[in-house]
């Protein structure tokens, strides 16, 4: 045979070698494209849960936007990462959502707290204005009236109740709420709350009033905050056996924190995070770079200190959509897919034998060779496989065998035309690649616009089905022009060749 | 030989027939658009014995959820429709649960009345999401049709008028989309049939493959039209057509092997996925030869006009008298 098909057929057997050995080898460690251990598999076929949360955005100009959404996702991977999920998959969806996928991941209530809130630490101090409750309110009130509204103002955050010191193991800590005033209404010495009472507060009850604790650096107020920390992690006392978040600032946040518990001592710091008072403790001495926070049992403290330790996320986020498969569901839906492939797959061969003979069963086995390269480029891309993957695969098996027919149908013409067997192949091939190409085209196109879709959707089904679709059919056309040409050139040689009835359906 | 061209008409009235059922259902019915497009939760629940559908919708009512639409999709399997679910509530301070999440609630009330269960699959959508999705598809299927008609205008320019060529494959596509939504939107209003995401893949994926396959009889034409000049066109298409029968019809089995084998055999998840696309490959090769082609030569011979003028002839005598 000519000298550049032999090179080309060897060519074709080495890739061949190669995709056999990635696909049946499971964990591969290849150079350049680093790990792989078995396929990647869809949260539909292995089961686990899917978040996507949208971002607000309202008081953020647009230039920053983008910004904001990279770091928030990064922000996540990092909080994830150290929870420990094994392969989540996080992507930003269109420009303000964010999508994650949490394969095997059963407890989604703790990855929804972990994930969804922005865990902004602050530090409140009691500042001047206590006063007391002058009427009984009871919980779900959104007023309360007090002795002077006049020593408050709207903004004010404020606490109802009496403070109870957390270490005091008998101390019921239920016995404040806290609240910001919205509205002050100085004749009738009532204050507006920005919502409903939790608790019933007799006359007496002491209301204080908080402000941000803040210290001085060079001159200049600054408020502490959680952007000082230098870390955070779960400790369990050993006095108590129970589960503490410690945290450690750096150089500022040191100093900021020095110069506020100096202040403090005897008097209580208030621990707010998400604009939630979480804890008070009386400082008890001037304390510099660490700090405990108590009272969380230990799987909320394990989520703050991933929080705290990641960072606060630098914009709000909401959940609009939340999925969970069970892994059962997903196990069936692979091994249904996986026997409609075979059974697809069997069929075409069948038919593809039985009509055009020779070069059907050539074309059969490029088909072969065809699926393992494709989930060769699978395995190491990677690109996850969902169910929806699976039914563009075999898709795009339906088209390879389209290009073999477009191929075989034009050396069916061209042997009719009275030219011998080789000329008919090499002429058949030559005619029928433009409608190949043109044909194929127009699907990549459809592919692009579907990729694109699937992304402002936020359906990372879609997406995969666009790619998958995508890769099946550059392959196929790869597979049936130069493979099955190359076969095809090969066997003329052999004495098959002079039995041309063997090659005419 | 059979004369593909002469019967056009008939090709015509038959898929006018078939889009005027759609249209027809497609006002009575509207599509039912899935979750993803309006907000809620879907719960897939198996149970072990056998439960009676009235039985579990009024387990649901008294729940709070009188809304539930409720499907059943095996012995005990059911599916579970309702408005938004409510999430967990826990105390900010310690951490612990005060209401369990409402999907857990439900799950312990049947679990209670019906037996053991396994809930299989839970999906909820907010109220924020459900907006210009429907805007989206259509903006994608418009985007698809126009690089498409770039696309096949240049790829055919050496041939005369080739922007006929894109339009009227174009209308194909067109007509394909409308039998496979048509077709949905009865399925909806019969059966129930829900429209997501999957689904617009599918009229994505069908747009996609019909003009795959009008391209090759296109193709056909091109080169007959170079090789016999001799030809009107009638002749020329009628010759391209039967010349590349044999591949449609072959290369479309094919597809529709491995396609029917994912429908019986796959998942219930991907049914109606690949129902859509099973409609919609048949209709792109019913369309690739039928119709593309025949609007072809519909357009050389300006019948359009021809019909429209046998129609005014009685608005004139109107007139006249």
Redesign the interface.
């Known amino acids: 045979m000519g000298r550049r098909n032999k090179l080309i057929l060897i060519g074709i057997i080495l890739l061949v070698a190669f995709a056999s050995s990635v696909m049946l080898i499971d964990d591969i460690d290849l150079p350049l494209i680093g790990e792989r251990d078995g396929m990647k598999l869809g949260l539909d076929l292995q089961g686990g849960t899917n978040l996507i949360y949208e971002a607000d955005f309202t008081d953020i100009p647009s230039g920053e936007r983008a910004g904001r959404l990279g770091e928030t996702k990064r922000i996540i991977e990092r909080r994830i990462n150290q929870y420990g999920v094994t392969e989540p998959v996080i992507q930003t969806m269109g420009s303000d959502r964010i999508s994650i996928q949490l394969p095997g991941v059963t407890e989604i209530e703790e990855a929804k707290d972990l994930v969804g809130h922005t865990a902004m630490l602050e530090f409140w101090e009691q500042g001047g204005g206590a006063d007391a409750v002058t009427e009984e309110v009871k919980a779900g009130d959104t007023q309360v009236v007090v002795n002077g509204a006049s020593r408050f103002s709207a903004g004010d955050i404020i606490t109802i109740g009496p403070w109870q010191d957390p270490w005091d193991e008998k101390a019921d800590r239920a016995l404040t709420d806290a609240r910001t005033i919205t509205a002050i209404d100085q004749e009738t010495n009532t204050l507006t709350l920005d919502s409903a009472l939790d608790l019933d507060h007799e006359r007496g009850e002491p209301v204080q009033r908080w402000i941000a604790a803040s210290g001085t650096i060079d001159g200049e107020e600054m408020p502490l905050t959680g952007t000082y920390l230098k870390g955070a992690s779960i400790e369990m006392q050993s006095q108590t056996n129970k589960p503490v978040v410690s945290f450690e600032w750096d150089g500022d946040g040191a100093e900021l924190f020095s110069q506020i518990t100096g202040r403090l001592i005897g008097n209580p710091l208030g621990i707010v995070l998400d604009n939630e008072l979480i804890s008070a403790p009386v400082v008890r001495s001037q304390i510099r770079e660490r700090g405990i926070i108590e009272g969380l049992d230990v799987d909320g403290a394990r989520r703050l200190s991933i929080q705290l330790s990641t960072g606060a996320l630098p914009v709000t986020l909401t959940l609009v959509r939340e999925q969970t498969v069970d892994a059962t569901l997903g196990k069936d839906s692979l091994h249904k897919s996986l026997i409609a492939g075979i059974v697809g797959l069997v069929l075409v061969l069948a038919f593809m034998v039985t009509y055009y003979r020779v070069c059907g069963a050539l074309a059969g086995f490029a088909l072969l060779i065809y699926t393992a390269f494709v989930l060769t480029i699978f395995k190491l891309v990677p690109v996850t496989l969902s169910l929806a993957g699976i039914a563009a695969l075999i898709l795009s098996i339906g088209m390879a065998v389209d290009a073999n027919v477009l191929n075989f149908e034009r050396i069916k013409e061209e042997l009719r035309a009275g030219k011998g067997l080789k000329p008919a192949i090499e002429a058949g091939f030559d005619r029928a690649w433009p409608s190949i190409r043109d044909s194929n085209v127009s699907t990549f196109i459809t592919c692009v616009i579907l990729y694109w879709f699937g992304d402002q959707f936020s359906s990372a089904l879609v997406m995969g089905f666009a790619l998958t679709l995508f890769i099946g059919v550059a392959v196929s056309m790869f597979t049936a022009v130069i493979v099955t040409r190359t076969f095809l050139r090969a066997i003329i040689l052999t004495p098959l060749a002079r039995r041309v009835g063997l090659f005419r359906p | 030989m059979l004369d593909f061209v002469g019967k056009r008409n008939w090709y015509f009235l038959f898929s006018a027939l078939l889009i005027l059922v759609g249209v027809v259902s497609l006002i009575a019915f509207g599509l039912k658009w899935g979750i ?1 497009f309006t907000s809620g939760s879907t719960m ?1 629940i198996s149970f072990e014995q056998t439960v009676e559908q009235a039985d579990l919708r009024d387990e649901m009512a008294k729940l709070g959820h009188a809304e539930a639409i409720i499907q059943r999709t095996g012995e005990g399997d059911f599916l579970i429709r309702t408005r938004e679910l409510e ?2 509530v ?1 105390d ?5 649960v005060i209401t369990p ?1 409402e999907q857990e609630r439900i799950k312990e009330a049947l679990e209670q009345r019906f037996g053991p269960l ?9 109220s ?2 459900a907006r210009e ?1 429907g805007r ?2 259509a903006i ?1 299927v418009a ?2 049709s126009v ?2 008609l770039l ?2 205008t240049w ?1 055919f320019r050496r041939l005369m008028k080739p922007f006929r060529f894109a339009v009227c494959a174009v209308v194909a596509v067109i007509h394909d989309v409308l039998v496979v939504v048509g077709i949905f939107a009865l399925l909806g209003g019969i059966m129930g049939v829900e429209i997501d ?2 689904f ?2 599918a009229v ?2 069908v ?3 019909s ?3 009008t ?2 009889v296109y ?2 034409i091109r ?1 007959n039209t170079a090789k016999r000049a001799g030809q009107t066109l009638e002749e020329t298409i009628n010759n391209s057509i039967l ?2 029968l ?2 449609s019809l ?2 479309s ?10 429908f ?4 219930a ?2 049914h109606y ?2 129902l859509a ?1 099973l409609i919609g490959i048949i209709t792109g090769t019913y369309s690739s030869v039928f119709i593309a082609s025949q609007l072809l030569i519909v357009w050389q011979n300006r019948e359009i006009p021809r019909l429209l003028r046998r129609l005014r002839p009685k608005r004139a005598l109107l007139k006249e008298a």
């Open positions: 993803e897939t999430p967990e826990r900010p301070e310690t951490g612990e999440a396994e809930v299989k699959d839970v999906y909820t959508v907010s924020v999401v999705i989206n598809a994608a985007i698809a690089g498409i696309y096949i790829a995401a999957m617009i893949t994505l994926t747009v996609g493959y003009v795959h396959d391209i090759v193709d056909r080169e010349e590349t044999g591949r072959n290369t089995l094919t597809t529709i092997f491995a396609i029917l084998a994912l019986l055999f796959g998942g998840t991907i996925f690949m696309l």
